[in-house]
């Protein structure tokens, strides 16, 4: 059964720092691209950034600069390192994983607030 387990939400103040963790299970972490995804209250699920398989990064323009995506394929974990919070990232973040080549499905986490608030 696959798992994706979001870990490390809160409540932080205006220009505090957050670091979100996506543990995985049930998959080979190694073949997905994973991404993290966030949704404010009466918003649309959007997307933050994302991590290829092999490594590569991209973020959403809102965020470039502040959060860093990295991921440990030993641990079968990713990360979000989220610093100079504003109010406007306050959502909740999901976590997602997108199989490649062989590996296929795609699965969501169940989500971790972040609140971002003085």
């Known amino acids: 059964q696959v798992q994706l387990v979001e870990s490390g939400g809160g409540l932080v103040q205006p220009g505090g720092s957050l670091r979100l963790s996506c543990a995985a299970s049930?998959?080979?972490?190694?073949?997905?691209?994973m991404a993290w995804y966030r949704q404010a209250p009466g918003e649309q699920r959007e997307l933050a950034a994302t991590?290829?398989?092999?490594?590569?990064?991209n973020y959403v323009d809102s965020v470039k600069g502040r959060f860093t995506v990295s991921r440990d394929n030993a641990k079968d974990t990713m990360f979000l390192q989220m610093n100079a919070l504003k109010s406007e990232d306050t959502a909740v973040y999901y976590c997602?994983?997108?199989?490649?080549?062989?590996?296929?499905?795609?699965?969501w986490g169940q989500g971790t607030q972040v609140t971002v608030s003085s």
């Open positions: 997602y994983a997108e199989g490649t080549g062989l590996y296929r499905g795609d699965y």
């Open positions: 049930g998959i080979t972490f190694r073949f997905y691209n």
């Open positions: 991590i290829t398989s092999g490594g590569m990064t």
